[in-house]
């Protein structure tokens, strides 16, 4: 069964119609929310919302593993996650849509892996390809079909936040090759891999990175971007599901 998490920004409004409702309870803690299986053309999927039903949740306080525990014992096998991020490189403006392909993971601290000896048994995944190219194909083809600014593959930098960075720092992860920057896609996408879900991220774009453009950031202008930007994710989502 596919499942998508969202974060910042989303309205579910016409997601799809309810199917069931989940309260995940789990040794490795709570998920950030109830998680909603819905129904779409008679499929049905699963939805969690990162930050939690008032999106309180900070990126660095999320509990990642009993999200992707409650979504994997709920039996999702696919993860279409939503990630708003900040445009780095020249191509990625406000207003565009990343799936991205690369990841860096520059977040600290976090429960990051299943694999840590004391949860399971200590493992070392494969990760050198992070993001499952056929989800990531399914989502370029319906995000084409929707006529969406999609953009095929790029590099996320996944900070810790919840401030968002410097312009050294960005000056800094450019450098490094990070075409977008993000605060959420780590560990959640190591941790689908843990647990073999196929897992992919559709990215709006929401705002300029630090010191990228001629003003300073204002959350309250971020927030309103990617409230712009969800009528299209959702579109995608729907189509996505429909198609099976
Ligand atoms: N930086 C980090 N995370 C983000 C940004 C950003 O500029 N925009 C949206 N999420």
């Known amino acids: 069964m596919k499942a998508v998490i969202t974060g910042s920004g989303f309205e579910a409004v016409g997601l799809g119609n309810m199917a069931a409702e989940h309260q995940p309870s789990s040794s490795l803690g709570n998920a950030s929310d109830k998680i ?3 129904e779409i053309g008679g499929n049905n999927f699963l939805w969690l919302r990162r930050h939690g039903a008032d999106s309180a949740i900070a990126p660095h306080r999320i509990n990642y593993r009993a999200n992707i525990q409650a979504l994997s014992e709920l039996g999702a096998t ?3 996650a939503v990630n708003t991020v900040g445009g780095i490189s020249g191509g990625c403006q406000s207003g565009c849509f990343v799936v991205a392909d690369q990841i860096m993971d520059l977040s600290w601290g976090r429960d990051s ?5 004391e949860y399971l048994p200590l493992q070392h995944i494969d990760f050198t390809h992070p993001f499952d190219q056929e989800l990531r194909s399914n989502l370029l083809s319906c995000a084409g079909l929707l006529s969406m600014n999609a953009i095929d593959g790029g590099t996320y930098a996944c900070t810790q936040g919840p401030r968002l960075e410097t312009a050294a720092e960005i000056k800094a992860l450019e450098s490094l090759g990070a ?3 993000g605060m959420t896609v780590m560990p959640e996408a190591a941790l689908a891999r843990e647990l073999d879900i196929a897992y992919a991220s559709i990215c709006p774009v929401i705002n300029r990175a630090a010191g990228l453009s001629d003003r300073l950031l204002v959350e309250a202008e971020i927030r ?3 409230g712009h930007m969800m009528g299209s994710v959702v579109e995608l989502i729907r189509r996505l599901v429909e198609t099976g």
Request: proline letters at 0%.
């Open 36 to 38: 909603l299986e819905l």
């Open 113 to 117: 892996s299943f694999f840590d000896g």
């Open 78 to 80: 696919e993860i279409i």
């Open 224 to 226: 309103a971007q990617a």
């Open 179 to 181: 075409d977008i920057v």
